[in-house]
């Protein structure tokens, strides 16, 4: 796996819709989703290919749970928009959901997975995914940043001592230690679970043929 193309954050806004033996729901769901992924893959063929493959991947995964029930889960429409690093980090440290809708959306998203992975995710530059915390995507940002040379480091730090509160100290310790926090970010995990190739044709949410 590599991630040394140029990367980009966005948030994904999408719908999707329950399909049964009776056909497809006439209501649609909604879920917030929040990606770090290659810049060359941000684009309305990138993002069908890669949204209605993590749908399929989780389709498979909930089949495989339940074999006799043959509903899936079908990706209707999407709208993607770039994440604000600077929000994120001129964040209070208060933990309301309206701080948190403003600075950290994230982290509202997270309290709402229920059949997902999760709700943030990394890309790697193949195309192959892995689910991230609410924290990972967070320091994430912060990381990316620092590489790219445009970190305001002392407000890095002052950020991570908000986001971990544990002790005064502790936004430095993360900082100083961000090299291997990173290491432990920065990767796809091996999986047992069933996982779509990048790039199958049709770009398809379901049926899972596995």
Same mark, same amino acid.
């Given at each position: 796996m590599s991630f040394d193309k140029p990367r980009v954050f966005r948030a994904v806004e999408l719908q999707y819709r329950l399909v049964t033996h009776n056909g497809v729901s006439a209501t649609t769901q909604d879920k917030r989703w929040f990606f770090e992924l290659p +810049?060359?893959?941000?684009?309305?063929?990138?993002? #069908?290919?890669?949204?209605?493959? /993590? &749908? %399929?991947? /989780?389709? +498979?995964?909930?089949? =495989?749970?339940?074999?006799?029930?043959?509903?899936?889960? =079908?990706?209707?429409?999407? =709208? /993607?928009?770039?994440?604000? #690093?600077?929000?994120m980090m001129a964040w209070s440290g208060a933990t309301e959901d309206e701080a948190l809708a403003l600075h950290l959306p994230w982290f509202l998203a997270d309290r709402k997975v229920l059949w997902e992975l999760a709700a943030c995710y990394i890309v790697d530059d193949a195309g192959a995914y892995?689910?991230?915390? +609410? &924290?990972?995507?967070?320091?994430?940002?912060? %990381?990316?940043?620092? +590489?790219?040379?445009?970190l305001n480091v002392p407000a890095a730090i002052g950020f991570l001592s908000k986001l971990f509160p544990k002790t005064a100290t502790r936004g430095q310790e993360i900082w100083n230690d961000r090299t291997r926090r990173l290491g432990n970010i920065d990767l796809i995990r091996p999986t047992r679970h069933f996982r779509r190739a990048v790039d199958t044709q049709p770009y398809i949410s379901g049926p899972p043929a596995v």
């Amino acid at each position: 796996m590599s991630f040394d193309k140029p990367r980009v954050f966005r948030a994904v806004e999408l719908q999707y819709r329950l399909v049964t033996h009776n056909g497809v729901s006439a209501t649609t769901q909604d879920k917030r989703w929040f990606f770090e992924l290659p +810049a060359e893959r941000d684009d309305e063929r990138g993002w #069908t290919e890669l949204l209605n493959r /993590v &749908f %399929y991947d /989780v389709n +498979a995964l909930l089949r =495989k749970r339940e074999p006799d029930d043959l509903a899936w889960l =079908k990706l209707d429409t999407f =709208k /993607v928009s770039p994440v604000d #690093t600077d929000q994120m980090m001129a964040w209070s440290g208060a933990t309301e959901d309206e701080a948190l809708a403003l600075h950290l959306p994230w982290f509202l998203a997270d309290r709402k997975v229920l059949w997902e992975l999760a709700a943030c995710y990394i890309v790697d530059d193949a195309g192959a995914y892995d689910g991230i915390s +609410a &924290f990972d995507f967070s320091e994430l940002q912060l %990381y990316r940043r620092e +590489a790219a040379g445009t970190l305001n480091v002392p407000a890095a730090i002052g950020f991570l001592s908000k986001l971990f509160p544990k002790t005064a100290t502790r936004g430095q310790e993360i900082w100083n230690d961000r090299t291997r926090r990173l290491g432990n970010i920065d990767l796809i995990r091996p999986t047992r679970h069933f996982r779509r190739a990048v790039d199958t044709q049709p770009y398809i949410s379901g049926p899972p043929a596995v």
